[in-house]
């Protein structure tokens, strides 16, 4: 058991860190390494390198530790269950985060309904059936690899002008939504793309052989073995949706109160910090205590997620 | 391969489609826009909270974005209301019905640990041009100066500027910022700096111990104080305008946010109420 | 895959094409959008005045984006100079050095450090960072914070991607390195890090990414001064907080030219991408 949870976390790492620009390009020990046998110097004093890896370590350790025990010092005294079902009170300073919490949760809910569908869809296309080498497969991943890169305030441009005037949604949970849908499907659909090629060929083979349709195939046998995959591109997106500022700015909007349908404007935890700490006189407080909800979330989720996958492959 | 271009066509029209009937559900007509300067925001969504509570089944809508924002989204219909805290300039005044709801003052602000206590209008020039660089020039500490400064498209910058017959390409900033709060946090953090921000908002901080003090300005002590009495020389008022005369819900809402009942919003969000006498002749024109 | 789809597949197929096409036409809807809104401006000022004129006073009608172009490319260079080696160092360490369940407490912290987000970074770095640096030059918010704060948020995504193409080099490689007698250091340098260079290589142009769009917390540290640096302790402003700061309080002209930098912005990315492929070839080929 703890030999498959090892590998396992060392595909979601592979996975994670191929998501954005260059992901198609093999792993290097596929391609033979010249520099092999050649050992530059004769080895040097095995100390220093030592100390200095281990201080860069102790380093960031501490730089970590600093700030979040910052966060948590000033923000641990704000929660409480009243904290976390009131409504703000004078501009935020006082009461607490619900419409917040809800307004978070709508955008996010609006985002990942839109792009769980797409980025599956267009990672089982890219995945099963488009040859590498087409001209299709080839344009959509490389338009995919710029939307990776593409700056968070770009997209509150896009989402603002496109979503937010050209559909008439004004500031609106959806026209958050829909943006932060632009902006995760990348991390998505490379996830999903991963975990559907770590499936291994054989699966598709005998149920070729069995007579299967590739929809079948599809919804009983590849899909499934995905999920793991999938989960991780998942947890990476909804992580870059809830911590995201800039592109809401421009599209969910600042009202702070409970909405009542997708069409009323929600302003999102990340926003509430922002504000808090630079627009409202004395609001330090709140802004420590929605931080510390913030991270606590984050954590929650990757953690959750990591579960399931596990036990996903268990049942495998 | 041309197949395969026509669906890709067929797709983003579809997706488009599907987005706009998804939007075409309309908005209650009980509901008010509300847009504009970032700080009459926070006050205003305060007192809509409470016309809410009185009103059942209204919902208001208060969305940030600058005053110039404000009178071109109360323009485009885009908002019921704008929101702006400045005068109304030029040809606006015969556009824009406006209605003041409270005033606010800008000061200058500096570190506790300045021991400068009084700068002069000419002072106050000179170290923004950035002639006076040091401390010492004007009786401090021998330290440079850090002139903070605000962002392009400001109420505050415009007014300071307007006061000091400035251009803002004439200011030698050492930090621009956004909102109130970053200023007075700069300045907070840096016994050196020198800034000017909403005289309601730095008496709030004052209190609660932020270690800065507010400057007089041209002999008069900046203070909500003289503000209210009109003495002080600069300060603005905090007004909603729309486009034609209100009605309906607007008038309402304009009504109750000029009314005695939200004196205590305004007191409490660190602005200066308007005396009902004001408001009359503010709203005649 | 040359097995003949099905006719009943038909639909299946159909159907993620659509997926796909929508999701390819993102990009190009962003980049149609930008220009049609920067058009105005473009038009009327014309794009050498976006390099030519004396400073950024759009009320005035000033629009030189060249000082927050160097603003952007300063900060983003020196945080990509202190993190990278950083990063692959905390990957070595969670690799070669580190005990199995240090390696992997680190591992979480990294993850975690990945996971917080930036208006959290620039709070921290507005009330202690800046007033620390001040201390040892004014005015504190300066490309220096800039340059800290972008070091921190852009270190995980440099330590993870490290790590994770280290745990691809095959063991076969690290045994020859041991039957050689080579130190373990020696094996880092000889063998571990030429064998990782392709994935340290996309570490370095993700993270490039990162550093270039960071908006909220440079915007709180940075000092916002539209000026070409002369020193490390000189305020900056960015071509993303320039957006962040300006754009709700832009019209006309002004507004223009705001998604003028939101398309310079696109520019580098689609450069960087440029970039990372001509060096993804080379290691292909080359």
Redesign the interface.
């Known amino acids: 058991m703890a030999k498959k949870k090892g590998v396992q976390k ?1 595909e979601v ?2 996975q ?14 596929a ?1 033979p ?1 010249p ?10 004093l ?1 100390l220093l ?2 100390i ?3 201080a ?2 102790l ?3 501490a ?2 530790a ?3 025990g ?2 948590i010092w000033h923000g641990a005294g704000t929660i409480s269950w009243e904290f976390l079902t009131t409504a703000p009170k ?2 935020g300073r006082e009461g607490g985060i619900a419409p917040i919490l809800v307004a978070t949760g709508l955008i996010l809910g609006v985002c990942l309904a839109v792009s769980l ?3 599956i ?2 990672a ?3 995945a ?4 590498t080498d087409s ?2 497969g080839r ?2 991943r ?17 989402g ?3 979503f937010a005037r ?6 609106s949970i ?1 026209s958050g939504g ?1 943006t932060l849908a ?1 902006m995760v ?1 990348p991390i998505l ?1 490379r996830s999903a793309e991963e975990g559907l090629r770590a499936v291994p060929n054989d699966y ?1 083979l005998a149920a ?1 052989s069995l007579g299967l ?3 079948t195939t ?1 919804w009983q046998l590849l899909l499934p073995a995905a999920v793991p995959g999938l989960l991780v591109g998942l947890v990476l997106g909804i ?1 870059r949706a ?5 592109a809401l ?2 599209t969910s ?5 409970m909405p ?1 349908s997708l ?3 929600g302003r999102a935890l ?1 926003i509430h ?2 504000d808090l ?8 407080t709140n ?1 420590y205590g929605s ?1 510390l909800v ?2 606590v979330l ?2 929650l989720i ?1 953690g959750t997620a990591a579960q399931i996958a596990d036990r996903w492959l268990h049942k495998f | ?1 041309k197949n ?1 271009q026509k669906y890709t066509a067929l797709a983003v029209t579809l997706s488009l489609g599907m ?2 009937s ?2 075409q ?1 309309n ?1 209650p007509k009980t509901q008010l ?1 509300l847009t504009g300067s ?1 700080t009459v ?2 006050l205003t ?2 007192i809509a ?1 409470r016309f809410e509570a009185k009103h059942p089944g209204v ?1 208001i ?4 974005g600058g005053s110039s924002r404000g009178l071109a989204d109360a323009r485009s219909r885009l908002a019921n209301i704008g929101m702006v805290s400045r005068n109304l300039k030029g040809n606006e005044t015969g556009e824009f019905q406006s209605f003041a709801i409270a005033r606010d003052g800008i000061s200058i602000i500096l570190n506790t640990n300045n021991p400068v206590k009084i700068l002069s209008n000419e002072q106050i020039l000179n170290i923004y041009q950035g002639k006076i660089e040091n401390w010492k020039q004007v009786g401090g500490k021998d330290a440079p100066i850090t002139v903070v400064n605000k962002a392009e498209g400001r109420s505050t910058l415009e007014l300071f500027l307007g006061y000091f017959k400035l251009e803002n390409s004439q200011i030698k900033a050492d930090v621009v910022i ?5 200023g ?2 700069t300045v907070a953090g840096n016994p050196n700096a020198i800034g000017y921000v909403s005289i309601g ?1 730095a008496e ?2 004052i209190e ?1 111990g932020v270690p800065i003090q507010l400057l007089p300005i041209g002999g008069v002590e900046a203070s909500t104080k003289t503000v209210q009495n009109g003495t002080f020389p600069l300060s603005r008022p905090l007004l909603l305008v729309t486009a034609k005369p209100p009605s309906g819900l607007t008038k309402e809402f304009i009504d109750f946010a000029q009314s005695q009942e939200v004196y205590d919003i305004v007191k ?3 602005f200066v109420p308007i005396a009902t006498k004001n408001v009359a002749k503010t709203s005649v024109r | ?1 040359s ?1 003949k ?2 006719s ?2 038909w ?3 159909w ?3 659509c ?12 980049v149609i ?2 220009v ?2 920067a058009l105005p401006v473009l038009q009327q000022v014309g794009i050498g005045r976006f390099v030519t004129d004396p400073s950024w006073h759009p009320a005035e009608g000033f629009y030189n984006l060249m000082p927050m172009l160097w603003g952007t490319l300063l900060a983003m260079g020196g945080s990509v100079l202190i993190a990278t080696p ?1 990063g692959i ?2 990957a ?2 969670c690799q070669y ?2 005990p199995k369940w240090l390696a992997n407490l ?2 979480r ?16 770095g ?3 960072l800046v007033p620390l640096i001040n201390r040892l030059h004014p005015p504190g918010t300066s490309l220096l914070a800039g340059i800290a704060i972008l070091t ?1 948020m852009i ?1 995980p995504t440099i ?3 490290a ?3 280290f ?4 063991s076969s ?1 690290l045994l ?1 390195a041991a039957s ?1 007698g ?5 094996t ?4 571990v890090l ?6 340290l ?3 370095v ?2 993270e490039t ?1 990162r550093a ?5 917390a440079v915007l ?1 540290v940075c000092g916002n001064v539209v000026q070409t640096p002369h020193s490390l302790f000189d305020p900056i402003r960015t071509l ?1 907080a320039n ?2 700061l300006e ?2 309080y832009a019209l006309g002209n002004h507004r223009s030219a ?2 003028v930098s ?1 398309l310079v ?2 520019g580098a ?2 450069l ?2 440029v970039i ?2 001509a060096i ?1 070839q080379e ?2 080929y080359g």
Request: proline share 6%; hydrophobic share 50%; with cysteine.
């Open positions: 060392s790492r592979s994670k860190s191929e998501v954005n620009f260059l992901p198609c390009s093999p792993a290097s020990p391609s390494s520099h092999l046998p050649i050992s530059p110097s004769p080895p040097p095995s390198p030592t200095t890896v281990w860069i370590a380093l960031v350790t730089t970590f600093w700030i979040v910052d966060i004078n501009s569908p797409l980025g869809g267009t089982i296309l890219l099963e059936f488009t040859p001209w299709f344009l959509v490389r338009s995919l690899d710029v939307l990776a890169g593409v700056p968070s305030i770009v997209f509150g441009l896009f603002n002008v496109f050209t559909l008439g949604l004004g500031f959806l829909l632009c499907l659909i598709r070729a349709s590739r929809t599809l992580g809830m911590a995201e500022t800039a700015i421009f909007g600042y009202v702070d109160r009542q069409f009323d404007s990340s910090i922002f700490s630079m627009n409202v006189s004395g609001g330090d802004a931080a913030l991270v984050l954590l990757n | 391969m395969q987005l706009l998804a939007c559900q908005s826009t970032s925001a926070p969504s305060e909270k919902r809508d208060v969305q940030t956004g909102d109130n709060q970053q007075i946090k908002t709030y901080d609660r409490q969000q660190n | 895959m097995l789809p099905q009943a597949d639909l299946l197929l159907t993620l094409r997926l796909g096409a929508i999701a390819g036409a993102i990009v190009i809807a962003i959008f930008l049609l809104e950083l160092l905390s070595i360490f050095y580190a680190y591992r912290l990294i993850e975690l450090l990945a996971g917080i987000p930036s208006v959290v970074y620039g709070f921290w507005l009330v202690v921190i270190l330590a993870l991607t790590d994770a193409s745990t691809k080099i095959p490689y020859g050689l080579l130190s373990r250091w020696g880092i340098c000889g063998i030429p064998a990782a260079k392709s994935g290589f996309t570490g142009i993700l990414g270039i769009g960071e908006t909220m709180m993303t957006i962040a754009m709700a705001l998604f939101g912005l696109m990315i689609a960087l991408v990372a492929e993804s290691e292909i």
